[in-house]
């Protein structure tokens, strides 16, 4: 049996052990987080991660040498595991996307916690003989298995989870039958967001309207955003629709029964969580099939899968816009220029041209104002105050955004990417009477098998077009390592591993007359995991793996 001293050195290390294992769910659970709560997704991010965890290491080492020399090892291991604590950076208050502690967020972080101290006591049962031994046993399996544990807590929770949501999804419900607002549905791979936040702010001068900021577009996003924020009197509610499977959609239409929809554009976003465009095409085309007949369905004729579902939805009346679509269409956008202060551009419909500038870049971009514009008109607006509201619209952050500072001119379109938003940002760039041109970029992901091929044809443009291209984490650095050899410019590439080791290296380089073109900036769950493991690899996609 141990001494009375060694009883007094077990107490405060299984309490530090505890209060590490707090700090651990903490980090995972940010992940989780952003992982959507989705346990097969979170699963491949973890891989063996928990085996590097320095916490696991210190716990097999000590359940070897506690034996022989109880006393010292645990003082030793106590000392390791408050140190290993309090050097955890608090997930609430760090990375790029911080832990969100929310009601449910506190749910499954207290019911593992409870999973973890019933596991904790059942090992520590085994073998109450050797309790040093034991002890540290126990752990390191805790330790070794905490991933797996916190999709216990969320598994046990799914029942309460999926019972507060339906009801969530009630209230939500009610509200919009007593309020009874013309609802938008807005879908597409990408384009969703600006085109919400532009048509919102076309009808507001015709009545009030409820938009969601940012890219709220999931069902329990919706649902939340409309308790807290649909009141009597909203004539418009404009939804973004998003779907990462077959049927998302079509839930999003069952809470907010669109009486007009948008699809921007239907393209590979997404690819590796759909696995096919095919599939994409029939999720996205979901909100077509929910439009009451004879209502207004607006799409993209440049967009094949787009054009697609528009063509499908024979109920509906269709509207498409364009630039380059041989269709005959109801908007056409033409001669886009852009300049620092902004685009002129002009839109041609059936019944007239008109001439446009609006403070925003980006064709992309321009091409979704012709999209909203189209639907405002059918609406009910005069093409006249549409284009005249055009002159108000504010840079979305970091979406094409050109801001200069000090000399520099920085082209911000960090918030996420696709092949076309990235070429965008790039026609932007070569457009800006600058001196200098240094790209900022990750690549893209989440393409499947098209991952690799597409950031290669990235990196080659980019290096057309840019003196340098800084290429952060390895996500798809042997892609743009390809990309720049195709372009004859392997020595204008610069690899670094995070985004601070970036912004170090351009502080040391930039001069008075540069551009940067920030263009992309991956989740946490792309970058190595500081502070939990010693050898934290960021995640990356399956399709990558063989032919890095």
Same mark, same amino acid.
């Given at each position: 049996?141990? +001494?009375?001293?060694?009883?007094? @050195?077990?107490?405060?290390?299984?309490?530090?052990?505890?209060?590490?294992?707090?700090?651990?769910?903490?980090?995972?659970?940010?992940?989780?987080?952003?992982?959507?709560?989705?346990?097969?997704?979170?699963?491949?991010?973890?891989?063996?991660?928990?085996?590097?965890?320095?916490?696991?290491?210190?716990?097999?080492?000590?359940? /070897?040498?506690?034996?022989?020399?109880?006393?010292?090892?645990?003082?030793?291991?106590?000392?390791?595991?408050?140190?290993?604590?309090?050097?955890?950076?608090?997930?609430?208050?760090?990375?790029?996307?911080?832990?969100?502690?929310?009601?449910?967020?506190?749910?499954?972080?207290? =019911?593992?916690?409870?999973?973890?101290?019933?596991?904790?006591?059942?090992?520590?049962?085994?073998?109450?003989?050797?309790?040093?031994?034991?002890?540290?046993?126990?752990?390191?399996?805790?330790?070794?298995?905490?991933?797996?544990?916190?999709?216990?807590?969320?598994?046990?929770?799914? *029942?309460?989870?999926?019972?507060?949501?339906?009801?969530?999804?009630?209230?939500?419900?009610?509200?919009?039958?007593?309020?009874? *607002? /013309?609802?938008?549905?807005?879908?597409?791979?990408?384009?969703?967001?600006?085109?919400?936040?532009?048509?919102?702010?076309?009808?507001?001068?015709?009545?009030?309207?409820?938009?969601?900021?940012?890219?709220?577009?999931?069902?329990?996003?919706?649902?939340?955003?409309?308790?807290?924020?649909?009141?009597?009197?909203?004539?418009?509610?404009?939804?973004? $629709?998003?779907?990462?499977?077959?049927?998302?959609?079509?839930?999003? #239409?069952?809470?907010?029964?669109?009486?007009?929809?948008?699809?921007?554009?239907?393209?590979?976003?997404?690819?590796?969580?759909? &696995?096919? +465009?095919?599939?994409?095409?029939?999720?996205?085309?979901?909100?077509?099939?929910?439009?009451?007949?004879?209502?207004?369905?607006?799409?993209?004729?440049?967009?094949?899968?787009?054009? !697609?579902?528009? !063509?499908?939805?024979?109920?509906?009346?269709?509207?498409?816009?364009?630039?380059?679509?041989?269709?005959?269409?109801?908007?056409?956008?033409?001669?886009?220029?852009?300049?620092?202060?902004? +685009?002129? /551009?002009?839109?041609?419909?059936?019944?007239?041209?008109?001439? #446009?500038?609006?403070?925003?870049?980006?064709?992309?971009?321009?091409?979704?104002?012709?999209?909203?514009?189209?639907?405002?008109?059918?609406?009910? $607006?005069?093409?006249?105050?549409?284009? @005249? @509201?055009?002159?108000?619209?504010?840079?979305?952050?970091?979406?094409?955004?050109?801001?200069?500072?000090?000399?520099?001119?920085?082209?911000?379109?960090?918030?996420?990417?696709?092949?076309?938003?990235?070429?965008?940002?790039?026609?932007?760039?070569? @457009?800006?009477?600058?001196?200098?041109?240094?790209?900022?970029?990750?690549?893209?992901?989440?393409?499947?098998?098209?991952?690799?091929?597409?950031?290669?044809?990235?990196?080659?443009?980019?290096?057309?077009? #840019?003196?340098?291209?800084?290429?952060?984490?390895?996500?798809?650095?042997?892609?743009?390592?390809?990309?720049?050899?195709?372009?004859?410019?392997?020595? +204008?590439?610069?690899?670094?591993? =995070?985004? =601070?080791?970036? /912004?170090?290296?351009?502080?040391?380089?930039?001069?008075? &007359?540069?551009?940067?073109?920030?263009?992309?900036?991956?989740?946490?769950?792309?970058?190595?995991?500081?502070?939990?493991?010693?050898?934290?690899?960021?995640?990356?996609?399956?399709?990558?793996?063989?032919?890095?």
């Amino acid at each position: 049996m141990p +001494t009375s001293s060694l009883w007094l @050195a077990l107490i405060p290390l299984a309490a530090v052990q505890l209060y590490l294992v707090w700090r651990r769910l903490l980090a995972y659970l940010r992940f989780f987080q952003q992982e959507g709560y989705e346990n097969l997704r979170f699963l491949k991010w973890t891989r063996a991660r928990s085996l590097t965890d320095p916490a696991f290491l210190v716990a097999v080492a000590s359940a /070897f040498l506690g034996p022989k020399f109880p006393l010292s090892i645990a003082i030793l291991s106590f000392l390791v595991f408050l140190a290993l604590a309090v050097a955890q950076p608090d997930p609430r208050s760090t990375g790029k996307i911080s832990l969100r502690l929310t009601d449910r967020a506190k749910r499954i972080l207290i =019911t593992t916690f409870v999973v973890v101290v019933v596991v904790w006591g059942g090992l520590l049962s085994v073998n109450p003989t050797e309790p040093v031994r034991t002890g540290f046993v126990a752990s390191s399996a805790v330790f070794l298995l905490l991933p797996v544990l916190l999709l216990v807590g969320n598994t046990l929770l799914m *029942p309460y989870e999926q019972l507060v949501q339906r009801r969530f999804e009630q209230d939500a419900k009610r509200l919009i039958s007593d309020v009874h *607002p /013309f609802i938008v549905g807005i879908t597409g791979s990408y384009g969703k967001s600006s085109t919400k936040s532009m048509l919102a702010h076309f009808l507001r001068f015709k009545g009030p309207t409820l938009a969601a900021s940012g890219s709220i577009n999931t069902l329990m996003g919706v649902t939340r955003h409309i308790r807290e924020n649909l009141v009597p009197g909203d004539q418009f509610m404009l939804v973004e $629709m998003g779907a990462f499977r077959v049927g998302s959609i079509r839930r999003l #239409c069952q809470l907010t029964p669109p009486s007009a929809g948008i699809i921007t554009a239907v393209g590979e976003m997404h690819l590796e969580r759909f &696995g096919s +465009t095919e599939e994409i095409v029939r999720a996205k085309s979901e909100l077509a099939q929910a439009l009451p007949p004879g209502s207004f369905l607006v799409a993209n004729a440049d967009s094949p899968g787009a054009l !697609r579902i528009a !063509r499908g939805a024979t109920h509906a009346k269709v509207l498409l816009y364009g630039e380059t679509s041989p269709e005959t269409l109801d908007t056409r956008l033409k001669d886009v220029v852009f300049t620092s202060k902004g +685009t002129t /551009f002009r839109l041609e419909t059936r019944e007239a041209e008109y001439s #446009c500038f609006v403070p925003l870049l980006g064709r992309p971009i321009i091409l979704n104002l012709a999209g909203a514009f189209t639907l405002a008109v059918r609406m009910g $607006m005069s093409p006249a105050l549409v284009i @005249a @509201a055009m002159r108000t619209l504010r840079p979305v952050a970091n979406r094409l955004e050109v801001v200069e500072e000090d000399g520099i001119t920085w082209v911000r379109d960090a918030y996420n990417s696709n092949p076309i938003g990235f070429r965008a940002a790039l026609e932007v760039a070569a @457009a800006l009477p600058v001196s200098r041109r240094i790209l900022v970029t990750p690549g893209v992901v989440e393409l499947g098998p098209e991952q690799r091929e597409a950031n290669r044809k990235l990196a080659a443009e980019a290096a057309a077009v #840019c003196d340098f291209t800084v290429v952060v984490s390895d996500t798809n650095r042997s892609a743009f390592e390809a990309g720049h050899r195709d372009a004859g410019k392997p020595g +204008t590439l610069v690899p670094v591993e =995070t985004r =601070t080791e970036a /912004f170090r290296w351009l502080r040391d380089r930039l001069r008075s &007359g540069d551009s940067v073109i920030l263009e992309n900036d991956l989740p946490d769950l792309y970058e190595a995991s500081e502070g939990i493991f010693l050898n934290a690899r960021p995640r990356r996609p399956k399709a990558l793996k063989a032919q890095v």
